[in-house]
């Protein structure tokens, strides 16, 4: 009986998610006039430099390319039909879950840049063996290592319910982490709190017996109060511009985002409000799992102006050795912290006395993960639903209320 009165609930709830932000919402309708019916304006026509992800292109001479570029990102989105997720079973992330999708994004390019290099270009066709083992990570079964399923557990020993807003400094939390369960990917995530790369504690997660794990360096910010000082805009831009740009998690007022370049005094950005089909791409042998691999690639970036950013958001760099690191504190210091005043963050050897951080608090082990027997790098993962549905939908109202440090942007 309760669980047929938790399934209805859960239909109850993501019906009511289809009405308040279904294809005929406000943003849908502002989406769509934006795009009309012919050539979408992502990037504009005229002579002018584009920047995606620490790559320089013209607008005009390179408009193929830099598509083919933002292509080649992970597109990560709202899904439906997923097993149930939490108390109350939720099956779809539409009208919660845009943040996440936003950590899912910057950590993929992580893994694309860290495994398959930043020149690499993804096609329908393609079915390289790390490429699928990146993607693989990212579906949404229980037991994908970043699944939705694990990231919305996990933010429940921060005590964030399922189907509650996160903002970018909770997500980036959880995915430091999730990426402690998995070998493969050979990452570390340094969240650098209060707006300081402290250093020691940057290399006490990067030297392990010597040698240097590859660092994926998350900065939560907050730039204004309800908007964003544009004094810090060019130091922003510039942190766009390096070849270490992992992209910003961030977004407008209600509404997660995914930054990874600018033109002019435009961000350009990855929106996951597209609500698509959950399935699995597996080893991509058939037809279904070939199609919803094209559901991760968006080749259109769509563009905000700075001044419209939400003030909460985090900048991301990876850097694959300790002297790239060595290197990108250089650039910090010479060209990016020297830009605005008072500076974009700060960089300091040892973390202050007293200075509790995310260190301090009892994390629990992984959550609730079903590991099946004999689960490798190379077993196909289990397929939920294939197929596709490419139903807009914008964020909404969803959990408690806001955190000082976070906006809520959902």
């Known amino acids: ?42 990037i504009p026509r005229r002579n ?17 390319l830099i598509r083919r570029d933002i292509q080649s990102r992970l597109w990560c989105t709202y899904r439906h039909g997923f097993s149930p997720l939490g108390e109350v079973q939720l099956t779809t992330d539409k009208g919660w879950g845009c943040m996440l999708r936003c950590g899912q ?28 083992k990146i993607v693989n990570r990212f579906e949404d079964v229980r037991n994908s290592f970043y699944s939705i399923h694990q990231i919305a557990q996990m933010g429940e020993s921060q005590n964030k319910a399922v189907g509650e807003w996160l903002g970018p400094n909770t997500v980036a939390q959880i995915l430091k982490k999730l990426v402690r369960f998995d070998d493969w990917s050979s990452l570390a995530i340094h969240v650098a709190m209060d707006s ?9 997660s990067c030297r392990e017996g010597g040698s240097w794990k590859p660092l994926l360096l998350i900065i939560p910010l907050r730039l ?13 831009k510039r942190c766009l511009e390096l070849d270490s740009s992992c992209g910003m998690i961030g977004g407008r007022p209600n509404q997660a985002l995914y930054f990874l370049g600018y033109v002019d005094d435009e961000v350009l950005y990855l929106d996951p409000h597209t609500t698509q089909r959950t399935g699995a791409v597996a080893q991509k042998t058939a037809a279904a799992e070939q199609d919803y691999d094209e559901t991760y690639h968006q080749k259109h970036a769509a563009r905000l102006n700075f001044s419209a ?20 504190l250089t650039q910090f210091k010479e060209e990016v912290l020297s830009l605005c005043s008072p500076a974009l963050f700060e960089i300091s050897q040892a973390r202050a006395v007293d200075w509790d ?5 009892d994390w629990p082990t992984m959550p609730d993960i079903d590991w099946p027997a004999g689960t490798s790098d190379s077993d196909s993962f289990a397929i939920v639903e294939s ?24």
């Open 105 to 132: 994004m910057v950590l993929a390019q992580a893994l694309i840049d860290l495994h398959l290099g930043r020149d690499w270009f993804w096609t329908p066709d393609c079915r390289d063996a790390t490429y699928l």
């Open 309 to 328: 950013m939400d003030p909460s958001l985090a900048v991301c760099f990876l850097c694959k050795t300790s002297d790239s690191f060595e290197s990108l």
């Open 1 to 42: 009986m309760l669980v047929g009165l938790s399934d209805q609930l859960a239909r109850i709830m993501e019906s009511v998610f289809e009405a308040y932000l279904g294809p005929d919402s406000v943003l849908a309708s502002a989406v769509g006039q934006a795009v009309g019916s012919g050539e979408p304006e992502d």
């Open 48 to 64: 002018t430099d584009v920047w995606v992800l620490g790559k320089k292109y013209n607008a005009i001479q390179e408009l193929e």
């Open 196 to 204: 300081t790369v402290v250093l020691d504690d940057v290399y006490a």
């Open 224 to 236: 204004g109060i309800t908007d964003i000082n544009p004094l810090y805009v060019p130091a922003l």
């Open 387 to 410: 197929g596709r549905d490419s139903d807009a939908g914008c964020s909404g109202a969803s959990g408690s209320g806001k955190k000082p440090s976070e906006s809520a942007v959902i």
């Open 357 to 361: 951080t995310t260190e301090d608090i």
